[in-house]
């Protein structure tokens, strides 16, 4: 037998480059494991919705306050930095100030609280589904978890240091008693409902309590601090619009008339300390400007009576207009460092000396002084009657408009303090929420629905890539660049046979010799496989009892695509194998062969396994001579051909088990066996052993001129495909295809449509 070149294949580990993953994958994938995808999404699904409809509603609440431009109440001219109000920014800090929310903490008791005891997930479910009157029976005897209509308000508690944050517990007792204990169940004290008790320094008083004896209950005292940090914490204040000066303050919790009364509160509060901040403010200025009137009123009258003295003396001058220009801008410096030094003395009342607000009014007072001063200057030629008379003038003019303007200040100031009104206001009150805004069960129950299909395809993918096997033909005619002959659908009928017990039709010999199979109504005889090849009747022939079976039409199909395979062969040898056991190699074989010889063939079967090999099951011959006891050189090919009753197929079985089976299929008599078996027939056909299991089928499809690999519908990985036909490919095999065996009906794919075309065709009703 000439031997020619191996045609190598390159199969690839990996895909190509121009090999990418098509979105007819990923949907092939869904629709596989789509069960698995709707399971993982309605689980999460119902869970979300559990969850959705165990959660306590959460309202909010909010109020509007309006924050206007407060109005000057420095004396003198300007606005700076130093006596401009505080922002609205500043204004929305103050509502968060502890000085502000530590009134509400103690008005609303919110450093103290008590909640009954539920059962995780069952108390919630009956509190949910409890709507009657009185108290719930409790679930599971379990008596100490409030089940629904539980009670409880306390009035006041006070407890150590020690105990502050800590969980204490309250057990409901017979009569309206009640008992508290601390960590480790230590009993703090017991009391009566409506009392204040007092006990291991811990001080309560329960105005309410409606549970059954033995219910009980969380009672915890926080530190006050905080308490007034929550609650601040949990103010959110924010501005609408920019500049717009309306401040919304907003909260969140389970009572909703709790939460409009603390919104109402705060404002309530926040514009009382805004106004008594103002009447503050206004009452300091009008004490400022009362110590300070008489003295301006002295300057005034001491300035005006000199003034008039003077004319007394001097007579009366019409002023010229040198001393007329002396005396207008002399009034306007001296006004304004009056004013200034007023600012000063006002700012004396609150900050030091060394302030920069009073630096910088020293500053400004220096400068003017230092201007007046040059001004004056430049009328020193003016005569001294003139000098002295715009002078004195001068003076009784700025005396008289400091005085009128404290007067009016103060007549302002007075005015304010009595009616202050103040730039804070409230545009809307709190009021009582209706709607809870959480949770939002839709959008938790369909978000966790899309989760859940994400969630579930990433499931499928990993599951279909990584822990199911392939059972996509095309997926490895794509990926693994394995030509796919087709696929061999799984016969029910086959299974039956491969069970326990197989149903003996008709005896073997006149079944492989092509006689008439007996009547439905004939007795059936249930043998086990052990039996049958005791005695020398073979394991039952899916091609020969049901020659019409989708299988066989599977198994002719591809028949055909291996006969056109094989006409670039090297030699006549065709190896089946496969990546592990159990894949169908060997009813593969020994169909395939029937089917060649029904076809004229001349067909030789060889077991190939020589660790465990059992075609002979199907032929009546456990055991005896074989192919291990030719290669060892104890017997000829021709001496062990068996004869299988059917025309045109004979059967070398594996013989022995030899203790190295590997050695030898390394020696040259495999080689010659096969060449000189070839001559004798149209086709070998040779069941050999897994590709990864042992290194025997390698070194047959060394030989032989044509390699199939077996795949059974989800059993290998793609890894394990690849890995074996990279072994193959190492041996010098040439690898025709593969062949998709034991494939579901419902996967057959597009290499099963022809199939079904056939079928329907051949054995439907009605017209072709």
Known sequence: MAQMPPMSVQYANARDADDEFVLGD?????????????????????????????????????????????????????????????????????????????????????????????????????????????????????????????????????????????HLQLKALPDGRYELSGPGEQVLLDGTVGELEHGSGVSILVTTLVARPGTTFTVVKSNELNAVEGLSNSLRVSERGKDSGVVEIALDGGDPQMLADILNAVS???????????????????TFLNAELPKFKQ?????????????????????????????????????????????????????????????????????????????DQRFNGMPADQQQAAALERNAKVAEEVYVQLMNKAQELSVNRAGTIGNVHVVDEAMRPSTPIKPKRSMIIAGAAIFGLILGSAFAFVKQTFLSGVDDPDQVERTLHLPIFGSITYSVEQARFDGEGALERTPPRALLGGGTPPSKSRGLVVRSADERTRDGVGLPLLARQFPHDMTIESIRNFRTALQFGMADASNKVVALTGPAPAVGKSFLAVNLAVLMAEAGKRVLLIDADLRRGHLGDYFGRRGGVGLSEVLSGQMDPVEVLVTTGMQNLHFIGSGAHPPNPSELLMTPRLRQCLEELETRYDVV?????????????????????????????????????????????????????????????????????????????????GPG
């Open 26 to 166: 990923l949907i092939a994938i869904l629709r596989r494991q789509i069960v698995w995808i709707l399971a993982i999404a309605t689980v999460l699904t119902l869970l979300a919705s559990v969850y959705a409809y165990l959660q306590p509603p959460v309202y909010s609440a909010n109020a509007l306050l309006q924050v206007e431009p407060t109005e000057q109440t420095v004396v003198g001219q300007g606005t700076s930095p130093a006596t401009a109000q505080l922002s609205t920014a500043s204004q929305m800090e103050l509502l968060k100030s502890r000085s502000l929310v530590e009134g509400l903490v103690a008005q609303f008791h919110l450093d103290f609280g008590a909640w009954p005891n539920v059962c995780p997930v069952l108390g919630k479910i009956a509190n949910k589904l409890w709507h009657g009157q009185g108290l719930a029976r409790p679930w599971l005897g379990l008596g100490k978890y409030a089940w629904g209509g539980e009670q409880i308000k306390l009035g006041s508690i006070d407890v150590p240091r020690g105990l502050e944050e800590v």
């Open 299 to 375: 300057d005034l009258e001491t300035a005006e009576s000199a003034l008039a003295e003077y004319r007394a003396k001097a007579g009366s001058m019409q002023p010229t207009a040198e001393s007329s220009t002396y005396l207008t801008n002399g009034i306007e410096y001296e006004r304004q460092i009056a004013n200034l030094r007023l600012q000063r003395a006002q700012y004396l009342t609150r900050f030091t000396e060394q302030s920069d607000v009073v630096r910088a009014i020293d500053s400004q007072i220096s400068m003017l002084e230092a201007e007046k001063n040059k001004f």
């Open 685 to 765: 056909l040779v069941d050999t052993p897994p590709v990864l299991a042992v290194t025997d089928s390698a070194l047959i499809a060394h030989v032989a001129g044509t390699t199939v690999m077996v795949l059974r519908s989800g059993a290998h990985t793609e890894r394990e495909i690849a890995e074996s036909l990279k072994r193959l490919d190492r041996a010098g095999a040439r690898v025709l295809g593969g062949v998709f065996n034991a494939v579901p009906s419902n996967r057959q794919g597009r290499h099963g449509y022809e199939y079904e075309y056939a079928y329907s065709y051949q054995y439907g009703s």
């Open 268 to 286: 309530a509060a926040f514009v009382s300390q805004h106004l008594a901040r103002k009447q503050e403010e206004a009452s300091r200025m009008l």
